[in-house]
C-alpha cells in the first residue's frame, strides 16, 4: 500500500467511464436501454450487450459480448474472477470504434445478463492492466421487478447481490404490482441496500441524468461528490436516523410513505436488523469511522486481515480517509477481496475529517470490522 499511495491518479481522471446495468431477469432492461439511448445524453455511449440476448437495440454504438469467459484471477482465488470476453471486447472497441486514431465513444454501458454476478465485471474493470488503465467504473446500476422481484430474491443469492452493491435501484413493472408486493418489496430493499437512490420507472422510462455519473469523478474539473458517493449517513444509526429518512424522502417522490414508516419503526426499537421476518437477506451494511488519523501500515495489515479472512463476504468497500502523513485524503474503494488503487483528492469535501468507510457484506458484522481495527490499531501504537 505504500508504494501504491505514491502513484495515484487524479481525480480528474481521463479514462472512460464504464456504467453497469445489473437486474433480475424479465425485469425490464431492454425497455430501459432503449429509452436510454435515445437520449443525447447517450448519443456517446457505446453499449455492450449479451451476444445470446433477444435484445434489439437501435443504437448506434453496440458491441457484444458473450459473458461465458469467466476466469479465475491469479491468485486461484475461488470467489475472485475477471471476464474474459468482456476484457477482449473492451480492448477491441477502442480500435473497432474509432476512427483516424479518434475513439467515437466516450462512455461504456454494460448490460449483464439477469442473474450474472456482478463482481467479476468490476474485478475486470479494477485489475486488469489494460483495461484498468484505460476504464473507470462510474456506477451500478440495477432494475428490480416490483411485481416478480421477491421471488427473484428468495430464489437467487445473486439476485440479491446485485440490487446490495448498486448504486442506484431503478423500479420497474411497478404496474403489475399489488400495493402489498410493492409495500413488501420496499421494506425488503430498505433491508438490502437503503443507500441506493431508487427511482420508479415505468415503460423503461428514466432520465439518463439518473443513471449516469454515480461514481466519484464525474465531468473533468468538477470536485467529486464523495457525499453522494458514500451516502455514509444512510449507513448512520439511530442518532443520525433523520438524516438517513431525509435521504430516502428525497429520492422517492413518487413513492407513498408507508415503507419509510416502518423503516423508521424498526430504527426506535434499536437493532439494526430491518428484516427479522422470514427473509434476512444476510446483508449487512454500516458505516465505520475512525476519528484519529490511520497509519498507513494498520490500514494495510487491517485490509489484509480482513480480506483473507472474510474477502469473500465483503461485498462492497467503499472509503474515505485520513493517513498519517497525508494532508489530502485518500479514497478507498473494494469488491470482495479486490481493491482498486487508492486515489488520493486534492482536498477534504467537508470539515469532517475523520477515516470513513462503508461495509456492504454478507454475514460480516460491523463488530468483527471494528474490533479487527481496534486490535491492530492499539498493536501499531504499543
Ligand atoms: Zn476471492
Not at 457484444?64 to 472497441?93: A, F, P, Q, W, Y
Not at 440490487?163 to 430498505?190: M, S, W
Not at 490500514?299 to 483473507?308: F, R
Not at 489530502?328 to 483528492?345: A, E
Amino acid at each position: 500500500m505504500t508504494h501504491q499511495l505514491d502513484a495515484l491518479a487524479g481525480p480528474t481522471s481521463t479514462l472512460i467511464p464504464v456504467s453497469l446495468l445489473t437486474g433480475f431477469l424479465g425485469s425490464g432492461k431492454t425497455t430501459l436501454l432503449n429509452h436510454l439511448v435515445h437520449q443525447p445524453e447517450l448519443a456517446d455511449t457505446l453499449v455492450i450487450i449479451n451476444e445470446f440476448g433477444e435484445m434489439a437495440l437501435d443504437h448506434m454504438l453496440v458491441a457484444h459480448s458473450t459473458e461465458n469467459l469467466v476466469m479465475e484471477m491469479s491468485s486461484g482465488c475461488v470467489c475472485c474472477s475477471i471476464r474474459g470476453d468482456l476484457v477482449k471486447t473492451l480492448r477491441d472497441i477502442t480500435w473497432r470504434y474509432s476512427r483516424n486514431g479518434r475513439r467515437w465513444f466516450q462512455r461504456v454501458l454494460i448490460e449483464t445478463t439477469g442473474l450474472a454476478d456482478p463482481a467479476p465485471v468490476i474485478h475486470t474493470l479494477m485489475t486488469h492492466p489494460q483495461i484498468a488503465s484505460k476504464y473507470r467504473l462510474d456506477g451500478i446500476v440495477a432494475t428490480v421487478d416490483m411485481a416478480a422481484g421477491m421471488n427473484t430474491l428468495n430464489q437467487h443469492r445473486e439476485a440479491v447481490k446485485q440490487a446490495a452493491v448498486a448504486d442506484v435501484l431503478l423500479l420497474t413493472k411497478a404496474d403489475l404490482a399489488t400495493e402489498k408486493q410493492h409495500d413488501a418489496l420496499l421494506r425488503r430493499l430498505d433491508g438490502i441496500n437503503r443507500a441506493a437512490p431508487r427511482w420508479d420507472v415505468s415503460n423503461g422510462e428514466i432520465a439518463a441524468q439518473k443513471v449516469l455519473n454515480l461514481g466519484l469523478f464525474t465531468a473533468s474539473g468538477k470536485q467529486p461528490d464523495v457525499a453522494r458517493w458514500l451516502s455514509e449517513e444512510a449507513y448512520a444509526e439511530s442518532e443520525s436516523h433523520g438524516h438517513a429518512h431525509e435521504h430516502h424522502e428525497h429520492n422517492h417522490e413518487a413513492h407513498d410513505h408507508s415503507g419509510h414508516d416502518t423503516h423508521g419503526h424498526a430504527h426506535d426499537h434499536g437493532e439494526d436488523h430491518h428484516d427479522v421476518n422470514r427473509h434476512d437477506d444476510h446483508i449487512r451494511a454500516f458505516c465505520f469511522t475512525v476519528e484519529q488519523p490511520i497509519a498507513e501500515e494498520t490500514l494495510a495489515d487491517w485490509l489484509e486481515l480482513l480480506m483473507s479472512f472474510v474477502g469473500s463476504r465483503i461485498l462492497r468497500v467503499k472509503g474515505i480517509l485520513n493517513v498519517v502523513g497525508n494532508a489530502q485524503p485518500v479514497v478507498l474503494h473494494g469488491v470482495q477481496h479486490i481493491f482498486h488503487p487508492p486515489v488520493t483528492l486534492p482536498a477534504w469535501p467537508s470539515e469532517d475529517r475523520r477515516s470513513r468507510l462503508v461495509f456492504i457484506t454478507r454475514d460480516v458484522s460491523k463488530d468483527v470490522i471494528e474490533k479487527t481495527f481496534h486490535a491492530l490499531a492499539e498493536g501499531v501504537a504499543a
